[in-house]
């Protein structure tokens, strides 16, 4: 059984949170943890090339495959991890969810668990609405959505980072300064282990 996490990401902070999620769906007995990666925009990849630190996370990702649609028709539950940008999910994750029509209309991802995750520059940078907005189209291709629950420990604070019952958060600061804390490394990996957990139920 495969558990896919499939990830933008461009100064390395969805990364870091992609890297805890799959470390939660390896914990789980009988899953086998994947890592895909969102392809770049040519334009974009211009912007990079002169941007020390995207550069170093380019190069540092290179050996992870980009996702295919076989990728994601294969796998037994999936999650996905991007950016935010203006409070929405990344034009290149948007255009992978747009690439799967052909999976849609075979009704390929349906009866499959998913799970969401995403980084802000701040506090109040989107955090939120990126999940919710990133659950519509996968409402429509049928997959069973789940969340992050208030049992998870770290999900109960009022401190200056991430955690959301739509999915796990981070916060990069407005200058990329912040790393993920290890609290929201904890949601990340209990929303990984919770995805595949539900992905043995539903398909095994």
Not at 3 to 14: D, E, F, I, K, P
Not at 39 to 62: G, L, M, T, W, Y
């Given at each position: 059984m495969?558990?896919?996490?499939?990830?933008?990401?461009?100064?390395?902070?969805?990364?870091?949170?992609?890297?805890?999620?799959?470390?939660?769906?390896?914990?789980?007995?009988?899953v086998s943890p994947v890592l895909r990666r969102v392809?770049?925009?040519?334009?974009?990849?211009?912007?990079?090339?002169?941007?020390?630190?995207?550069?170093?996370?380019?190069?540092?990702?290179?050996?992870?495959?980009?996702?295919?649609?076989?990728?994601?028709?294969?796998?037994d539950g999936i999650l996905f991890g991007t950016p935010t940008r203006y409070g929405n999910m990344t034009a290149q994750m948007k255009q992978l969810f747009d690439s799967t029509a052909s999976l849609w209309q075979k009704g390929a991802l349906e009866g499959k668990p998913a799970g969401v995750f995403t980084s802000t520059a701040t506090t109040h940078g989107g955090q939120e609405t990126t999940l919710i907005s990133m659950m519509i189209p996968l409402l429509h291709l049928g997959m069973i959505l789940s969340g992050v629950p208030y049992s998870v420990p770290e999900m109960l604070h009022t401190e200056a980072r991430g955690g959301t019952p739509y999915g796990a958060t981070t916060m990069s600061g407005p200058d990329g300064a912040l790393q993920p804390t290890q609290e929201d490394l904890a949601i990340a990996r209990s929303l990984g282990r919770r995805v595949a957990?539900?992905?043995l139920k539903l398909r095994g």
């Open positions: 495969k558990v896919l996490t499939v990830y933008y990401t461009m100064h390395g902070h969805t990364l870091r949170m992609a890297e805890a999620v799959l470390e939660g769906v390896g914990s789980v007995d009988g392809a770049e925009f040519d334009a974009v990849n211009k912007i990079i090339d002169n941007d020390e630190v995207a550069r170093r996370i380019r190069e540092e990702q290179k050996e992870t495959p980009v996702c295919s649609l076989d990728d994601l028709s294969e796998a957990e539900l992905a």
